[in-house]
């Protein structure tokens, strides 16, 4: 079984975008300098399932090729999908897509599609997700469903692509966890350009 695990660049005060993101500005204001470092080294990385082709360290490359290639299905939230109009129908790295929301939009439901929308909650997408992973990693985004993983009991893994600026307000990654703390293993720390990249396990409750 492989591992729960997030992918996710966040601003060194903790947002993953600025305020006011949506269709338009799907980072907030101020959020686009997020994902400068998609495009700040000298190394192409083409992201699997889509055109999209980063220009990064070669580390920061060769980091993005091992993650994704263990990633075998993706979950995240309904503003994501809206905002991201669905990633135009290809979702990043090309896997099944479990989408967790209140409704499902019938426009997305069709023969093939890679998303599957799921109203009853984060667990039963992750374990949906699981089942259609099988070996390979979930990779679970946005804050809100990393927020319930991580009160859930469900993330193995948290990775951060840290950015060196503070945006001083937006949607933070890190709260709605309670008072309890939760204990974290750095496994590893990576420098790329204009990126460090963070890995943490999350230590569980015996
Ligand atoms: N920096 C990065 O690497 C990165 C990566 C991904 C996303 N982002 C950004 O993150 C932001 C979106 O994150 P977010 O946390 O605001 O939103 P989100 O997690 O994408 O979506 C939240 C929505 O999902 C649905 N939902 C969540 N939990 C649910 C549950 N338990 N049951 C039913 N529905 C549930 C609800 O929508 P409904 O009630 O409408 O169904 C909720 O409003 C965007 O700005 C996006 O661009 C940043």
Known sequence: MGKVSTGLTMSLDGFIAGPNDGPERPLGEGGERLFEWYSSGDTE????????????????????REAHIRIGAFVTGRRTFEITNGWG???????????????VPQEWVYEGSPFTFV?????SAVEQAKEVAGEKDVAVGAASIVQQCIRAGLLDEI??????????AG????EHLGSTPIELESTEVMEGDGVTHLTYRVLKEP
Not at 119 to 123: A, I, K, L, M, P
Not at 171 to 174: G, V
């Open 119 to 123: 109203t009853d909650g984060v667990e």
């Open 159 to 168: 990775h951060i692509d840290l950015v060196p600026i503070l945006l001083g």
């Open 89 to 103: 129908g290809n979702p990043p790295l090309g896997v099944p897509t479990f989408v967790v929301s209140h409704t």
């Open 171 to 174: 949607i933070r990654l890190f």
């Open 45 to 64: 990385y083409r992201l699997p399932g889509t055109n999209m082709v980063f220009k990064v360290s070669p580390q920061s490359a060769q980091l993005l």
